[in-house]
Nanobody, 119 residues
Framework: QVHLVESGGGLVQAGGPLRLSCAAS????????MAWYRQAPGKQRELVAA???????NYSDSVKGRFTVSRDNAKNTVYLQMNNLKPEDTAVYYC?????????????WGQGTQVTVSS
Protein backbone atom coordinates (compact mmCIF):
# COMPACT_ATOMS: atom_id res chain seq x y z
CA GLN A 1 0.00 0.00 0.00
CA VAL A 2 1.30 3.40 -0.98
CA HIS A 3 1.47 6.07 1.64
CA LEU A 4 2.26 9.70 1.09
CA VAL A 5 2.38 11.63 4.35
CA GLU A 6 2.70 15.41 4.21
CA SER A 7 3.79 17.66 7.03
CA GLY A 8 4.90 21.22 7.60
CA GLY A 9 1.82 23.24 6.76
CA GLY A 10 0.56 26.04 8.95
CA LEU A 11 -0.02 29.75 9.32
CA VAL A 12 2.69 32.18 8.26
CA GLN A 13 2.90 35.89 7.65
CA ALA A 14 3.39 37.25 4.17
CA GLY A 15 7.05 37.32 3.26
CA GLY A 16 7.90 34.45 5.54
CA PRO A 17 9.16 30.93 4.77
CA LEU A 18 7.66 27.51 5.24
CA ARG A 19 8.88 24.04 4.32
CA LEU A 20 6.64 21.15 3.42
CA SER A 21 7.74 17.54 3.60
CA CYS A 22 6.24 14.41 2.07
CA ALA A 23 7.42 10.97 3.08
CA ALA A 24 6.66 8.16 0.67
CA SER A 25 6.99 4.41 0.67
CA UNK A 26 10.37 3.39 -0.69
CA UNK A 27 9.16 1.23 -3.55
CA UNK A 28 7.14 4.05 -5.02
CA UNK A 29 9.48 6.95 -4.25
CA UNK A 30 12.43 5.38 -6.03
CA UNK A 31 10.64 5.16 -9.38
CA UNK A 32 8.35 8.18 -9.26
CA UNK A 33 8.34 11.77 -10.26
CA MET A 34 7.36 13.61 -7.09
CA ALA A 35 5.23 16.71 -7.27
CA TRP A 36 3.42 19.29 -5.22
CA TYR A 37 -0.02 20.55 -6.16
CA ARG A 38 -2.24 23.03 -4.43
CA GLN A 39 -5.91 23.85 -4.37
CA ALA A 40 -7.32 27.12 -3.13
CA PRO A 41 -11.01 27.48 -2.22
CA GLY A 42 -13.15 27.69 -5.33
CA LYS A 43 -10.22 26.95 -7.65
CA GLN A 44 -8.94 23.93 -9.50
CA ARG A 45 -5.99 21.96 -8.26
CA GLU A 46 -2.81 23.21 -9.90
CA LEU A 47 0.73 21.95 -10.24
CA VAL A 48 3.20 23.91 -8.13
CA ALA A 49 6.47 22.04 -8.63
CA ALA A 50 7.78 18.65 -9.66
CA UNK A 51 11.06 16.76 -9.51
CA UNK A 52 11.96 13.65 -11.48
CA UNK A 53 14.01 10.70 -10.27
CA UNK A 54 16.94 12.26 -12.08
CA UNK A 55 16.55 15.54 -10.24
CA UNK A 56 15.05 17.62 -13.03
CA UNK A 57 12.65 20.23 -11.70
CA ASN A 58 9.69 22.12 -13.04
CA TYR A 59 7.80 25.04 -11.48
CA SER A 60 4.65 26.98 -12.12
CA ASP A 61 5.29 30.55 -13.18
CA SER A 62 3.62 31.86 -10.03
CA VAL A 63 6.23 30.31 -7.73
CA LYS A 64 9.42 30.45 -9.78
CA GLY A 65 12.20 32.09 -7.83
CA ARG A 66 10.37 31.66 -4.52
CA PHE A 67 9.80 27.92 -4.13
CA THR A 68 12.33 25.11 -4.36
CA VAL A 69 11.48 21.43 -4.69
CA SER A 70 14.03 18.81 -3.67
CA ARG A 71 14.17 15.13 -2.86
CA ASP A 72 16.19 13.07 -0.41
CA ASN A 73 16.43 9.60 -1.87
CA ALA A 74 17.91 8.17 1.32
CA LYS A 75 14.87 9.30 3.30
CA ASN A 76 12.26 8.74 0.56
CA THR A 77 11.13 12.30 1.14
CA VAL A 78 10.35 15.25 -1.08
CA TYR A 79 10.44 18.80 0.17
CA LEU A 80 8.97 22.09 -0.91
CA GLN A 81 10.82 25.09 0.46
CA MET A 82 8.58 28.13 0.14
CA ASN A 83 10.08 31.57 0.59
CA ASN A 84 8.60 35.04 0.31
CA LEU A 85 5.11 33.64 0.73
CA LYS A 86 2.16 35.66 -0.49
CA PRO A 87 -1.50 35.57 0.58
CA GLU A 88 -2.34 34.09 -2.82
CA ASP A 89 -0.23 31.05 -1.90
CA THR A 90 -2.90 30.11 0.63
CA ALA A 91 -4.21 26.66 -0.30
CA VAL A 92 -4.23 23.02 0.61
CA TYR A 93 -0.99 21.54 -0.67
CA TYR A 94 -0.95 17.95 -1.89
CA CYS A 95 1.97 15.65 -2.45
CA UNK A 96 1.84 13.49 -5.58
CA UNK A 97 3.85 10.54 -6.82
CA UNK A 98 3.49 9.33 -10.38
CA UNK A 99 5.20 6.84 -12.67
CA UNK A 100 4.50 4.81 -15.78
CA UNK A 101 4.31 1.06 -15.78
CA UNK A 102 2.44 -1.69 -17.58
CA UNK A 103 1.45 0.85 -20.21
CA UNK A 104 -0.35 3.24 -17.91
CA UNK A 105 0.15 6.04 -15.44
CA UNK A 106 0.17 5.25 -11.73
CA UNK A 107 -0.83 8.25 -9.65
CA UNK A 108 -0.80 8.59 -5.84
CA TRP A 109 -1.87 11.42 -3.57
CA GLY A 110 -1.30 12.51 0.00
CA GLN A 111 -4.04 13.77 2.28
CA GLY A 112 -3.07 17.42 1.92
CA THR A 113 -1.73 20.03 4.30
CA GLN A 114 -3.12 23.52 4.79
CA VAL A 115 -0.92 26.53 4.16
CA THR A 116 -2.33 29.90 5.17
CA VAL A 117 -0.49 33.13 4.47
CA SER A 118 -1.71 36.18 6.32
CA SER A 119 -1.24 39.68 4.94
Amino acid sequence: QVHLVESGGGLVQAGGPLRLSCAASREIFSISTMAWYRQAPGKQRELVAAITTGGYTNYSDSVKGRFTVSRDNAKNTVYLQMNNLKPEDTAVYYCNANHYGLGRLFDYWGQGTQVTVSS
